[in-house]
């Protein structure tokens, strides 16, 4: 436990820092691996097809532990809002006092907004260790969340997540997926008025300035019978 702690306060002060003044790089990019992965346990997925500035991933059943929905007009403030309630969970503030490993990535549900003006929802979810998701500790304020097989459009992109930047890589990746099979099962995903509209998921400390991996995540309504062959 005590390797991990550097990375967790590291990830903290990223979500507690204003990084949208930081420097980043503006490298666009798929299949590349996170080098977080390496270090902490990440949720596993098969790769279904790689296209023209996207992935399509299968990833399986899963549990993570998620925020009530918090509304803001900044992802990042969000995130950061959401994050500390993660944080506090993982080092034990929740129904078995139990003190659960780092993982990757943290990541961030968009959520429709009634108007241009309006305060946007999201959520905040963190991936439980396989070792955890038999058996996930409840806590206040938390809920517990099954993904069961679930298909991601992934656009993959780096430098720090910003409020400017995960507009524009959403953008990027619903325009790379315009003349795809893919574009309607991600547009039949999104008819539920609660349904996100994306998902930004986030890997790397604020101390790492080259290999940083950050991903847009569209979710795709389609059965295993309707894969293109």
Not at 10 to 37: A, H, Q, R, Y
Not at 135 to 156: D, F
Not at 210 to 229: A, F, T, Y
């Amino acid at each position: 436990m005590a390797a991990f702690i550097p990375f967790k306060l590291s990830l903290l002060l990223s979500l507690l820092s204003n990084i949208g003044f930081l420097p980043e790089t503006s490298k666009n990019d798929v299949g590349i691996f996170p080098p977080t992965c390496n270090r902490i346990e990440c949720p596993s997925f098969d790769l279904i097809e790689v296209g023209n500035g996207y992935e399509i991933r299968r990833y399986n059943s899963t549990i993570w532990v998620t925020t009530s929905p918090i509304q803001d007009i900044s992802l990042v403030e969000a995130t950061r809002t959401g994050f500390l309630q993660l944080f506090d969970y993982i080092q034990g503030k929740n129904k078995y006092k139990q003190q659960i490993e780092m993982t990757a990535p943290v990541i961030t549900e968009v959520l429709p907004s009634d108007g241009p003006f309006c305060e946007s929802s999201f959520r905040i979810s963190f991936y439980l260790p396989k070792v955890n998701q038999a058996n996930p500790p409840p806590a206040e304020g938390l809920h517990i969340q099954k993904w069961k097989s679930t298909y991601l459009a992934v656009r993959q992109f780096s430098g720090f997540v910003t409020d400017y930047n995960v507009g524009v890589e959403a953008a990027a990746l619903e325009a790379s997926l315009a003349d795809t099979v893919w574009s309607a099962a991600i547009k039949k995903s999104q008819k539920d008025e609660t349904t996100s509209v994306y998902l930004v998921a986030q890997y790397n400390s604020p101390f790492e300035f080259s290999g940083r991996v950050n991903e847009i995540w569209m979710l795709v309504d389609l059965e295993d019978e309707l894969l293109p062959v």
